[in-house]
């Protein structure tokens, strides 16, 4: 792939600007752009149930090189959103001829501490890349997104120090136009603690969180509430 | 006995439609009340993923639209079936955003199931589930497909459970003998 220029920040989250996927992938963009790459950002959510919008999205692809789909997982792949934007981007591109190499990028983060909840998720755009003629750049799997709280990653704070590392690293590879190395993935898909102590503090403090939301609402006595239950 | 079936197809795909009128016709002929609803045709706007299912109402979305009803009939329903277009390897857009609100009929808290972290379940029952995926043929995501449902089942925790993919370059007539085959599986049907 030659020198790649422009830079497509796509953002599977329903969020939004406040998501921890638009934090994920600003961070690595904002690498790419101190290479002097030309970033732009488009949210899928906002684009795939209109004409104009879907318009905006396809001309937003095609002008990339390099595409960074961002995206949570949901239910054990993506958000409904998120799998629009591929299937138009995969009919778009089916009846085109392409031409120019194009990479695609993907950077999923789940709440659950194990990144290996997300492998799934991942190998489905790996095979939306494959089927839509992208050059497949690599994934990066954040769990415990929890830590991240959506707030932008910061390099010098020990909670996001690897991740922020590895995308840093990634952005050197993809601003030569190379997929992301596999050292930049492990290490942006790294906790920064252990996943024991991860999984401990996810029931511990993840159950307390709930709890503080719903008190928040006045919820916290329907916490359990079966609205739906048959017979009722 | 209530049977809800999810139809995740776009307008048009008869391979899928004929898999839906199988099922119906199987299930009636035994006294199975069946409901296939077809998702492109209701108004189901995408989860906010705001948790408000969770924090505001629990177990009931926020969203005041047919989400609501598809979850309704899902956990009051003694079989749930998944009809979808394999969609690089998982579930086309029309299906997920039908799954993607179901989610208040789990809690929001965490807890160890098979060595992973997953929500505790918020009803007493859930439905057995059927998950069928449509293939195209010149690809094979078979093998990703079936590893999101089993994924699936680890969330939804069914009583019972059936994954399978059809492939569309099948003969049609061989519709029936696949779709009795799931059913008896789950031992809805002997």
Known sequence: ?232 | MKTVIFDGAKEGDLTIKAIEKSITDQLTEKGWEVEPLELRNMQIAACLGCFGCWVKTPGTCVINDDGRETTRKAIQSDLMVWLTPVTFGGYSSELKKALDRIIPILLPYFQSYHGQIHHKMRYKKYPKLLVIGVQEPGVDYEETFMALAERNMLNFRPPAYAVSVFQRAKDPKKIPVFVEEQLKKLEVIS
Do not use: C
């Not at chain 1, 695609?104 to 659950?112: E, K």
């Open chain 1, 1 to 232: 792939m030659s020198q790649p220029r422009n830079v497509l920040l796509l953002i599977g989250s329903p969020r939004g600007e406040g998501s921890n996927s638009h934090m994920i992938g600003k961070f690595l963009v904002d690498k790419l752009e101190e290479k002097s790459l030309v970033s732009e950002e488009a949210f899928a959510t906002r684009l795939v149930n209109t004409r104009e919008g879907t318009e905006r999205l396809l001309k937003s692809v095609d002008n990339a090189d390099i595409i960074v789909l961002a995206t949570p997982m949901y239910v054990d792949s993506l958000p409904s959103p998120t799998i629009k934007a591929m299937e138009l981007i995969h009919e778009h591109r089916k009846a085109m001829f392409p031409t120019k190499s194009q990479m695609l990028v993907a950077i999923i983060n789940s709440g659950f501490p194990e990144k290996e909840q997300i492998d799934i998720a991942l190998k489905i755009i790996q095979n939306f890349a494959q089927d839509s003629n992208f050059k497949w750049g690599g994934g990066i799997r954040v769990g415990w997104g929890m830590a991240l709280n959506s707030e932008p990653l910061n390099e010098k704070k020990g909670m996001t120090r690897k991740l922020t590392a590895g995308l840093s690293l990634a952005s050197v590879n993809l601003s030569e136009g190379h997929p992301m190395s596999e050292e930049a993935k492990d290490l942006a898909s790294t906790l920064f603690i252990s996943p024991f102590l991860a999984k401990s503090m996810t029931r511990l403090f993840g159950n307390r969180g709930w709890n503080k939301q719903a008190k928040d609402n006045n919820a916290q006595t329907n916490m359990y509430d079966r609205p739906y239950e048959p017979n009722q």
